[in-house]
C-alpha cells in the first residue's frame, strides 16, 4: 500500500494577514546606514569566553550604554591596563 504524500496545505492560511504581535521586528524603523558593521577580525587576533557574576555583567552593560563603548573595547582596555600596572 503506497503512503500517502505529506503536505503542509491544510496548515497555510493565505486568507488572512498575520496577527499583529505588538514587538517590533528586529531591525524595524532603522535606517539601513543606522545599522553597525560587523568589525572585521584584526591581524592576530585571538578569542576567549569570559563568564562574569550577573552583577559584574550588569555593571558592565550600564557602562557600555552610557559611554556608547562596546563591551570588547572596555574589557580589553582594562586588562591592558592591569597587565601593564603588574608588569605582565
Known sequence: M????????????????????????REAGREP???KPI???R?????????????TYRRLRLHAATTDETHQDILE??????LSSVGA
Not at 5 to 11: I, N, Q
Not at 43 to 55: F, I, N, P, W, Y
Not at 77 to 82: C, F, G, P, V
Open 2 to 25: 503506497a503512503e500517502k504524500p505529506v503536505t503542509l496545505d491544510e496548515l497555510l492560511n493565505t486568507d488572512t494577514r498575520p496577527l499583529d504581535t505588538v514587538f517590533p521586528e
Open 33 to 35: 546606514s543606522a545599522v
Open 77 to 82: 582596555r582594562a586588562l591592558t591596563e592591569y
Open 43 to 55: 591581524v592576530g587576533e585571538k578569542r576567549l569566553t569570559l563568564a562574569l557574576d550577573g552583577e
Open 39 to 41: 568589525p572585521k577580525k
